[in-house]
């Protein structure tokens, strides 16, 4: 008896015309048996019984990526996989046959569905037929079989009539190893817009029960590649992919056993968000329609809005009332790092580079006007910075503490800021205190002079840019300090 459960999706994908698709619906059923017929298979050699390999042969390897090269499959390629590669051809002794003596096993390695930790299968969500939840960038596995590209088999087909409705049948076990595979596996299909993520359960030889799955899609091209991709076993005990009798034929010769396929006409929601482009440590929310009967995120959430704190790209897929899904469109979410900061000490000098601004701060209060890179210390205290590059990202230095100063010291001489346009202050100690000041300029000539009255007091200078030399003398203290006007 056929058991079969429906899947109704309708995509259109806004890609190129020459390799874009439209999958109008998927079915899949618990038998070995075909589903259609007597049918005109458009895909040659679609049972895997013409190659140069020996099947049953481990060690006869029909992906050219592995350093065990050594066949061919006739009108298929094989891409991905790497150097540990063991794809090879089944015999009767190692699997069920769908049709004819061989079937392709796509052997390679263990790999990790959906997060850096192995055996974590958590995100993986069976909808009907497929399998959704999988995070951007997985499955991964290792260089030597793949990465994150897998391990693939391909055949283009040409000569479809564009936008007539094709079948894409074909029958799906997996590795048995005696006992130590009894749990279902993944593995993808791509007709042309990307990867729809199938189930694959083990299959004993002559006893087994694989999968047949059928894709109707409408054709947008008169060439379409069909292509399946392993990426190794999910779990320690997960089944990797056996594949069979695969066959392209028209919806004129699908089975009327099929019930018939409505498309369901879903549009693709439209993500919305506050801001998709932000500092290290901000977030943004990042929405789908409200309305849907069921939302499926590429981070695993489930709501209609989520949190976005990382960078990459979002996606949810979407379900309506009547099982029609849709994907949105991919929203990139971009973050900035946050600009590295630290105090440098030099005597009584504070300063900090490489920012766009800055501003000081004393035991967590703003210094007023200390927003050049370098500040003079005038009292003990914690400092700090808070520093802007050029994204307009903050960040804030660990507190330096100052200690030993309470006030200035008699003989202290504080000026800020410097460099400066025209403007200084100037603060000093007792001991200089209705002293005279005198300004000279790169020739040694006179430009200012003064009396301190008062600390602090203002220094206003008019003249060219440059380098100066302040001198303060008193009757207890001679100070010299350079000062730059911008």
């Given at each position: 008896m056929?058991?079969f459960?429906?899947?109704?999706l309708?995509?259109?994908?806004?890609?190129?015309?020459?390799?874009?698709?439209q999958?109008?619906?998927i079915?899949?059923?618990?038998?070995?048996?075909?589903?259609?017929?007597?049918?005109?298979?458009?895909?040659l050699?679609?049972?895997?019984e013409?190659?140069t390999?020996?099947?049953?042969?481990?060690?006869?390897?029909?992906?050219p990526?592995?350093?065990?090269?050594?066949?061919?499959?006739?009108?298929?390629?094989?891409?991905?996989?790497?150097?540990?590669?063991?794809?090879?051809?089944?015999d009767n002794?190692?699997?069920?046959?769908?049709?004819?003596?061989?079937?392709?096993y796509?052997?390679?390695?263990?790999?990790n569905?959906?997060?850096?930790?192995y055996?974590?299968?958590?995100?993986?969500?069976?909808v009907l037929?497929t399998?959704?939840?999988?995070?951007?960038?997985?499955?991964?596995?290792?260089?030597?079989y793949?990465?994150?590209?897998?391990l693939?088999?391909?055949?283009?087909?040409?000569?479809?009539?564009?936008?007539?409705t094709?079948?894409?049948?074909?029958?799906a076990?997996?590795?048995?190893?005696?006992?130590?595979?009894?749990?279902s596996?993944?593995?993808?299909?791509?007709i042309g817009?990307?990867d729809?993520?199938?189930?694959?359960?083990?299959?004993?030889?002559?006893t087994?029960?694989?999968?047949?799955?059928i894709?109707?899609f409408?054709?947008?091209?008169?060439?379409?590649?069909?292509?399946?991709?392993?990426?190794g076993h999910i779990?320690?005990?997960c089944?990797?992919l056996?594949?069979d009798?695969v066959?392209?034929y028209?919806?004129?010769?699908?089975?009327?056993?099929?019930?018939s396929?409505?498309p369901?006409?879903?549009?693709p929601?439209?993500?919305n968000?506050?801001?998709n482009?932000f500092?290290?440590g901000?977030s943004?929310?990042?929405?789908?329609?409200?309305?849907?009967?069921?939302?499926?995120?590429?981070t695993g959430e489930?709501?209609?809005c989520i949190k976005?704190?990382?960078?990459?790209?979002?996606?949810v897929?979407?379900?309506?009332?009547n099982?029609?899904?849709?994907?949105?469109?991919?929203?990139?979410?971009?973050?900035?790092?946050?600009?590295?900061?630290?105090i440098?000490?030099?005597?009584?000098t504070?300063?900090?580079?490489?920012?766009?601004t800055?501003?000081?701060?004393?035991?967590?209060?703003?210094?007023?006007?200390?927003?050049?890179?370098?500040?003079?210390?005038?009292?003990?205290?914690?400092?700090?910075?808070q520093?802007t590059?050029s994204?307009?990202?903050?960040?804030?230095s660990?507190?330096?503490i100052?200690?030993?100063?309470?006030?200035?010291t008699e003989d202290v001489?504080s000026?800020?800021?410097?460099p400066s346009q025209?403007?200084?202050?100037?603060?000093?100690?007792?001991?200089?205190?209705?002293?005279?000041?005198?300004?000279f300029?790169?020739d040694?000539?006179?430009?200012?002079?003064s009396?301190?009255?008062?600390?602090p007091?203002?220094?206003?200078?008019?003249g060219s840019?440059?380098?100066?030399?302040?001198?303060?003398?008193?009757?207890?203290?001679?100070?010299?300090?350079k000062?730059?006007?911008?």
């Amino acid at each position: 008896m056929k058991a079969f459960v429906t899947l109704f999706l309708f995509f259109f994908i806004l890609i190129p015309i020459a390799s874009k698709a439209q999958i109008i619906c998927i079915y899949c059923y618990d038998q070995n048996d075909s589903i259609s017929t007597g049918v005109n298979n458009l895909l040659l050699n679609g049972g895997f019984e013409n190659s140069t390999c020996t099947e049953g042969d481990n060690n006869d390897i029909f992906c050219p990526s592995s350093t065990m090269y050594s066949c061919d499959i006739t009108d298929w390629i094989c891409t991905g996989g790497g150097t540990a590669t063991y794809s090879f051809l089944y015999d009767n002794t190692q699997s069920f046959a769908a049709e004819g003596d061989k079937r392709v096993y796509f052997g390679n390695g263990f790999c990790n569905p959906c997060s850096p930790t192995y055996g974590d299968t958590a995100c993986l969500s069976d909808v009907l037929c497929t399998v959704s939840g999988i995070p951007i960038g997985y499955p991964l596995n290792g260089a030597a079989y793949g990465g994150a590209a897998g391990l693939s088999l391909r055949q283009t087909v040409n000569g479809l009539s564009i936008g007539d409705t094709y079948i894409l049948e074909f029958w799906a076990g997996g590795e048995v190893g005696g006992t130590a595979y009894p749990n279902s596996g993944l593995f993808g299909v791509d007709i042309g817009f990307g990867d729809t993520i199938f189930r694959c359960k083990p299959t004993l030889a002559i006893t087994g029960i694989g999968s047949r799955y059928i894709i109707e899609f409408k054709a947008t091209s008169t060439s379409h590649t069909i292509k399946f991709t392993n990426w190794g076993h999910i779990c320690a005990t997960c089944t990797e992919l056996v594949l069979d009798d695969v066959r392209l034929y028209t919806l004129a010769e699908l089975s009327s056993s099929v019930p018939s396929c409505s498309p369901c006409n879903l549009s693709p929601p439209v993500l919305n968000t506050t801001q998709n482009i932000f500092c290290s440590g901000d977030s943004t929310q990042v929405c789908a329609p409200s309305g849907y009967a069921t939302y499926l995120w590429n981070t695993g959430e489930t709501t209609a809005c989520i949190k976005a704190q990382l960078a990459g790209n979002y996606y949810v897929t979407v379900t309506d009332n009547n099982s029609c899904t849709a994907e949105s469109n991919h929203l990139a979410i971009t973050v900035y790092p946050l600009p590295p900061v630290s105090i440098s000490v030099n005597g009584d000098t504070l300063s900090v580079y490489s920012a766009v601004t800055q501003q000081w701060y004393l035991n967590g209060s703003a210094i007023n006007n200390a927003t050049s890179n370098i500040y003079i210390v005038t009292q003990g205290g914690s400092y700090t910075v808070q520093v802007t590059d050029s994204n307009g990202c903050t960040a804030t230095s660990n507190p330096l503490i100052i200690s030993g100063i309470n006030n200035l010291t008699e003989d202290v001489v504080s000026v800020f800021p410097n460099p400066s346009q025209n403007n200084w202050q100037l603060s000093v100690g007792n001991n200089l205190m209705g002293g005279s000041i005198e300004i000279f300029d790169a020739d040694g000539r006179i430009v200012f002079r003064s009396v301190i009255n008062s600390s602090p007091s203002q220094i206003t200078l008019d003249g060219s840019h440059g380098v100066y030399l302040l001198r303060i003398s008193s009757s207890k203290s001679n100070v010299i300090k350079k000062l730059v006007r911008l």
